[in-house]
């Protein structure tokens, strides 16, 4: 598959403990309901002012469980505040000493005015999953001296903490996490000594290590990841917290070594380092940490060799990921059936990704309970052994093995793979021979990118009803698909065939209530007619049928997809004209790139799609996105948790800008291309191109087009690669071009053009080939002087402009270079299964909240 796609990882831990309460409630419920009542009107008054200060919003919560529970509150119905929902009283004194309202659809701003802050007997104070507008922490929440249990996670604070929570100091469990939190974390909390789980995670603190830790020893759960700014050493004095069981410190930026002294913290059951910069070895003391069930050590740039066996003792050790280091894993292959399997931990996960494996290690012939395995970026030779055709059988779901030397499987003739709960294979960048390994039916996500394969893909590929990625591309896979195919339009996301030798007509498939997002059957031997059942694919939002044998007509009738952005019909045979839309509403209404070169379309240029193509006319570039399909995967991993997964596909395609074949892997939806370069079109540039001034890539040479330049295309200002040359055109080149400071190339060589070139700006920096071969150009840079002007100008100091090379926005592009096709990513996969919370972080920000695991534990 492909190097930038990231997979997520997420380890959700669900809650056995909350039912648990929740049937307390309903015991306590039960109790007092022929008791008196018991609710002080000075409290029950509070809350429903506090009730009052919110209105009620579904989108203010995310966790699906959410309801909003104040909307019961009520004195009219039951004037027992006791008995309201999320409300807990003392049974004897009456006070309200608990409020959950975890997941209330609350929304609105807070301050210390509020009326909460009179509930003075509070002991619980669970606002997870709400949305405060924003608002500070209240410094009033120090009133709340009684507290034990807060919980702010995931509820729209923002601002820096104040630091009279540090007042609050019987508290046992704090959670800020995933608020937009920053500045410095008060000494105060020095004072928190009885704390024993803090959250910080997902805020933007940038020092905040110091005061924390000076008291609080008793702490067992920190966690204080993602925290970008977050950078310096782990700090020593972490070390005092040697009662400390889970420590999450991942996706910071943190750098220096691992400290030894970490081996010390021999309580730990759960550490992740992931994602940070720091460096040196692992060192030794982790072998003390006898409890570890889980190590995350995932994304740093830590060398030296790692000895596996230190990792045998930790008979709980269920998840280790080590990928994407720079570790050498030293593996004995003690044939210890004595050694036993009873002894050695049981891996769920297990990432050992780029750790200079040279074999598949031989202590994965006992473990029976891998879901996710990944061995990618190794040096692993050779066929896949017949034993491990045999490994955790029924519980394998995410097997890894892309970037080694795999030749094949130990199975001839036909390898049929045999994990039954198998949801994601990834053997891309291989040497694989022989015919496609034939996935299970629970098969996701499928990909075999760069190998050898050859032959067929076999019908059992219409078994695949859950598949959503298929990756053959860059094999030498040939013959017609199987019409069966269609079978997988209700699930399939993305088919990339790209670069084989498939043949034949393209079957049919798409059917009503398809899902596919991206076709790609680029580089093949397809002939023939488009399929017309493309058009039920209206999800579809790139099309690459480049580099085939197509003959067919322009497919105007693609036209009524929704969300096409991206058609690619490059090098076919595709003939007659372009003509216009075919009705009012069938005009390609979002396509942004469409590249129809090399073809043999005639007639005019279609000015009356140039008109409606709004998609190509913003440029709104602080709204870009990239494009690209994904796909989510849940796993179960034991009664009470699930590990889900986020496979992120960026859509990569083949263009010619500045001359030059490049494969972008990640599209920016601001990139706006039309190349209808190399055809028979003829005519005048219509004037309404000028309208679409977002594109950036505007290709119509080797035509024969006539007439003159418009000046409207001086409009398109984010224009960089302009090509006019072999043409017929004719008059002068307009002024108005001096307008487009972006532009980097520009040829209008070939053709009849007159008069003098525009100076300065972009002008300033054309070679003497953008003009060749016109009839009366003059100016710099060519030495021909125009009659009327002035001596010529002289070669111009460092350009006005944005010239150069470089586009203004970052594209990622790799330059193919002659003689390779599609090879050149060869090498810098391997890092490709590194785990991205970051990005996941990001997109929760931008799109509305999604779910997420709970950390901890509740009182
Ligand atoms: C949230 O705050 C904004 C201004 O910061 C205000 O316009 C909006 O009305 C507030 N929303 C609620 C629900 O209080
Ligand atoms: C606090 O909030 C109340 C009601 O939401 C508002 O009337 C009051 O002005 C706020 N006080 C401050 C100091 O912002
Ligand atoms: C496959 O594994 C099972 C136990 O998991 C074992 O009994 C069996 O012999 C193995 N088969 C092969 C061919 O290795
Ligand atoms: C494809 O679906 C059709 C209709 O549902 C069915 O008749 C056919 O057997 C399926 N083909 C395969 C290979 O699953
Ligand atoms: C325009 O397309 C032609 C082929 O049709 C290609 O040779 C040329 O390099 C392209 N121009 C630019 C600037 O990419
Ligand atoms: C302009 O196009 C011609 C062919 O059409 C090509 O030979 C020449 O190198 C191009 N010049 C530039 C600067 O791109």
């Known amino acids: 598959m492909e190097l930038t796609e990231s997979l997520f990882f997420i380890f959700t831990q669900s809650f056995l403990k909350l039912p648990l309460l929740h049937l307390a409630l309903i015991l306590i419920t039960f109790f007092f309901s022929c008791a008196q009542p018991l609710c002080h009107n000075d409290e029950s008054i509070a809350l429903l002012q506090f009730k009052d200060s919110f209105v009620i919003d579904k989108f203010a919560s995310y966790e699906s469980a959410a309801h909003p529970k104040t909307a019961s509150w009520a004195q009219e119905t039951n004037h027992d505040c006791c008995f309201w929902d999320g409300v807990k009283c003392d049974e004897e004194t009456g006070h309200v000493i608990a409020l959950h309202l975890n997941s209330s659809c609350l929304h609105g701003s807070i301050n210390s005015t509020s009326s909460l802050f009179q509930l003075s007997q509070l002991q619980v104070l669970d606002l997870y999953d709400n949305d405060f507008n924003q608002s500070q922490i209240p410094s009033a929440l120090a009133d709340l001296s009684k507290l034990t249990y807060l919980d702010l996670e995931w509820s729209g604070f923002s601002g820096s903490i104040p630091s009279s929570i540090g007042k609050l100091t019987m508290l046992t469990y704090l959670s800020l996490s995933q608020n937009k939190l920053n500045g410095q974390i008060p000494y105060a909390f020095g004072n928190l000594s009885r704390l024993l789980y803090l959250g910080l995670a997902g805020c933007s603190f940038s020092d905040f290590f110091p005061p924390i830790v000076c008291k609080p020893t008793s702490a067992t759960h920190l966690y204080i990841s993602e925290n970008y700014y977050l950078n310096g050493q782990i700090p020593s004095s972490l070390q005092k917290l040697t009662q400390l069981n889970s420590l999450d410190i991942s996706l910071n930026n943190l750098s220096g070594q691992i400290p030894p002294w970490l081996g010390n913290l021999t309580q730990l059951t759960s550490l992740s380092l992931e994602k940070n910069n720091l460096q040196g070895i692992l060192p030794k003391s982790f072998s003390r940490l006898k409890n570890l069930e889980y190590l995350n050590l995932v994304s740093n740039h830590l060398s030296g060799t790692v000895d596996f066996d230190m990792f045998l003792g930790m008979k709980n050790l269920n998840r280790l990921q080590l990928s994407a280091n720079k570790l050498s894993v030293l593996t004995t292959d003690t044939n210890s059936s004595t050694n036993g399997t009873s002894t050695m931990p049981q891996f769920y996960i297990l990432g050992l990704g780029s750790c200079n494996l040279r074999n598949f290690p031989g202590f994965l012939r006992y473990q029976n309970n891998l879901m996710f395995l990944t061995l990618d970026g190794n040096q692993i030779h050779g066929k896949v052994p017949k034993w491990v055709l045999n490994i955790s059988l029924k519980t394998m779901a995410v097997l890894q093995l892309s970037g080694n030397f795999l030749t094949g499987f130990d199975q001839p003739p036909l390898a049929v793979l045999p994990w039954v709960r198998l949801q994601i294979f990834d053997i891309s960048d291989n040497m694989l021979e022989g015919p496609l390994p034939i996935p299970p039916p629970s098969t996701v996500n499928y990909g075999v990118r760069r190998n050898k394969l050859s032959g067929q893909v076999s019908p059992a590929f219409c078994n695949l009803r859950s598949i959503k990625y298929i990756d053959f591309g860059d094999n030498k896979l040939s013959g017609m698909l199987p019409d069966c195919l269609v079978n997988l339009s ?254 980097s190339i520009f040829n209008v060589s070939r053709n009849n053009l007159t008069g003098p070139i525009p100076q300065g700006n972009q002008f300033a920096t054309f070679e003497t080939s953008s003009y060749d071969g016109n009839l009366g150009l003059c100016g710099y840079p060519l030495a021909t002087k125009c009659w009327n002007s002035e001596s010529p100008k002289l070669p111009p100091p460092a350009s006005e402009g944005k010239g150069d090379s470089e586009f203004p926005f970052q594209f990622d592009w790799i330059t193919i270079l002659p003689g390779y096709v599609g090879g050149l990513v060869v090498g810098i996969v391997g890092g490709n299964f590194v785990f991205v919370k970051k990005q996941l972080w990001f997109l929760k920000r931008q799109m509305k909240r999604r779910p997420r695991r709970r950390r901890g534990f509740r009182t």
């Open 490 to 743: 209700d699930s399939l996301l993305v088919l990339n065939l790209v670069n084989n030798s498939f043949g034949g007509s393209i079957p049919e498939i798409c059917t009503d209530g398809s899902q596919l997002r991206m076709i790609d059957l680029s580089y093949n031997k397809f002939e023939g007619h488009l399929p017309r059942s493309l058009r039920s694919c209206l999800m579809l939002q790139t099309l690459n049928l480049g580099n085939n044998q197509l003959g067919d007509e322009f497919p105007s009738w693609l036209g009524t997809l929704p969300d096409l952005r991206i058609l690619m019909l490059r090098y076919n045979q595709l003939q007659g004209n372009i003509e216009k839309p075919i009705s009012n509403s069938v005009f390609f209404p979002k396509i942004r790139v469409i590249d129809l070169s090399y073809n043999d379309f005639t007639g005019k240029l279609p000015s009356e799609y140039f008109q409606k193509w709004n998609s190509m006319k913003a440029f709104d570039a602080t709204n870009s996105s990239y494009m690209k399909a994904n796909s989510n995967i849940t796993a179960r991993t034991s009664a009470d948790s699930n590990a889900s997964w986020t496979q992120y596909y960026p859509i990569s395609i083949k263009i010619t800008i500045k001359g030059v074949d490049r494969v972008f892997h990640k599209i920016q939806d601001v990139f706006v291309v039309i190349d209808f370069s190399s055809n028979m079109l003829e005519g005048e540039i219509p004037e309404s191109i000028g309208g679409l001034q977002g594109i950036r890539v505007l290709n119509l040479s080797n035509n024969i087009l006539s007439g003159s330049i418009p000046s409207t295309l001086g409009n398109i200002t984010v224009l960089e690669s302009f090509d006019l040359s072999q043409n017929g055109l004719h008059g002068e080149i307009p002024l108005q071009l001096k307008q487009l400071t972006f532009l």
